[in-house]
């Protein structure tokens, strides 16, 4: 009897000692809500988008973003709906066409803004991840040719070291480039994002150029801010999507899947592996570069998802590649399929790919003015997560895309991602009904360590 209790005892406190992640969410996990500069601040008309704006049919509703939710007026109110949110970590980006609107002239008090921002945020207990490269160029960048522009790496090395000099130590995670496949396959692949090129054999020199200016910008971020007590994370923010061919049996449509996994999920994180730069697409687009300096250059893995796509080839029929939802498929406001069950086979990727990396969702959310789909979508896609963390992920937070209804790219103000709605003409925020269920659940895991119903 006293070996089974002193055997019980023992057993109690392994129990006890086990990290918290072992059963749900640990202490350390983040919650965050995620936003653009260029899509929430208004005033940016030094940009490639600001003119790409200004172009008849490129933005539903002819919209632009020049007031859009108009941040820097509102920050006390923002701030104060991150509080009520639970949220105690914030994404934002800063834009580059601000900061530098002409080649060597900065503007430190446009940086000074953001570390205002950083340090009343820290003041209210949210820490602040900084994105660097949010989809919006300079103009003058844009004018020398954009991600195409050879010289665009030495400009965005430079525009880091300047923003590190200023925000510094006040941050310790780093985004360099949000979506950089997205910026390819909306200006290069299609026409929906500024350059407007559609041509996908025209691809190899942007997606070179982004991942040598990400390099740079890695380096040059641990050169500034390393110390012996504070080290910087750096990483992407990768926008992953599954793509699963249209039809089963079908051959091509299986290959095209394979593909597009290929080229638009994972070309890119493998270049940070191992410096290959690599794809090939027979009669359409192929490279291998080796990018030596990019090796290692990802402390984290950054994960914006959303969705799924289903592929099918039609050799003989405009458009050749037919993107489709499941039939029945809960769809959100864009059109897009629910499926959190995508993000778990991601994860699943990511985590054999690159063993033991930390990985933060930076970007999920729907589109839902009605706000009938938020609450389930959120739940679902945290559920997806508290499995890899009982499993062992190091999975360090969740970043809800987005704060407010905002600029929406090509959507314009059609497409309603926030948890705050805008009231016409005042821009007063008002909350929907997910806003008040997410503050609720994230104090309610924090107290836990568990999602529960």
């Not at 949210?126 to 960048?141: C, E, G, K, R, Y």
């Not at 990483?235 to 394979?258: K, Q, V």
Request: charged content about 25%; glycine content about 8%.
């Amino acid at each position: 009897m006293i070996a089974l209790r002193m055997s019980l005892i023992s057993w109690l406190m392994i129990f006890c000692a086990l990290p918290s992640s072992v059963f749900g969410f640990s202490s350390d996990f983040r919650f965050c809500v995620a936003t653009a500069a260029h899509q929430i601040e208004g005033g940016n008309l030094n940009s490639d988008w600001d003119r790409w704006e200004q172009i008849p049919g490129k933005i539903k509703n002819g919209d632009h973003a020049r007031i859009s939710t108009d941040s820097w007026n509102h920050v006390d109110e923002d701030v104060r709906h991150m509080k009520d949110l639970g949220v105690d970590l914030y994404r934002f980006s800063v834009e580059w066409a601000k900061i530098e609107p002409s080649p060597g002239v900065f503007r430190a008090a446009e940086v000074e803004r953001y570390r205002d921002l950083v340090r009343r945020l820290r003041a209210e207990g949210i820490d602040s991840m900084v994105t660097l490269h949010h989809f919006t160029l300079p103009a003058w960048v844009a004018d020398r040719g954009g991600w195409d522009w050879s010289g665009i790496a030495d400009a965005f090395e430079r525009y880091v070291a300047f923003v590190a000099g200023i925000l510094g130590p006040d941050v310790r995670l780093w985004v360099t480039i949000n979506e950089p496949m997205t910026v390819i396959a909306g200006g290069y692949v299609s026409d929906v994002f500024p350059p407007g090129r559609g041509n996908i054999s025209l691809i190899a020199g942007p997606i070179t150029n982004m991942v040598r200016a990400h390099a740079r910008a890695y380096h040059r971020l641990h050169r500034i801010l390393d110390t012996s007590d504070f080290r910087p994370k750096v990483g992407f923010a990768h926008h992953l999507r599954n793509f699963d061919p249209g039809r089963r049996g079908n051959p091509l449509d299986r290959y095209l899947a394979r593909k597009f996994d290929e080229v638009f999920n994972w070309a890119i994180p493998l270049a940070t592996v191992d410096g290959k730069l690599r794809w090939k697409v027979p009669f359409l687009t192929r490279t291998d570069v080796f990018i030596p300096e990019a090796v290692g250059t990802q402390d984290f893995f950054g994960l914006n998802y959303y969705s799924r796509d289903r592929l099918r080839l039609r050799p003989f029929k405009a458009p050749f590649i037919h993107r489709e939802t499941l039939r029945g498929a809960d769809t959100t406001e864009l059109g897009w399929e629910v499926y959190p069950v995508g993000m778990d086979r991601l994860l699943i990727k990511i985590r054999m790919m690159f063993p033991g990396m930390e990985i933060y969702l930076t970007e999920n959310g729907l589109a839902d003015q009605d706000d009938n789909q938020r609450i389930p979508f959120i739940r679902e896609h945290l559920k997806v997560l508290e499995k890899h963390i009982r499993d062992g992920a190091p999975i360090r937070g969740y970043c809800h895309w987005t704060l407010n209804d905002n600029f929406e790219w090509a959507e314009g103000y059609t497409a309603h991602f926030g948890f705050y709605s805008l009231e016409p003409g005042t821009l007063k925020r008002i909350p929907r009904p997910s806003a008040i269920w997410f503050g609720e659940m994230t104090r309610k895991v924090k107290e836990t360590g568990r999602l529960g119903e």
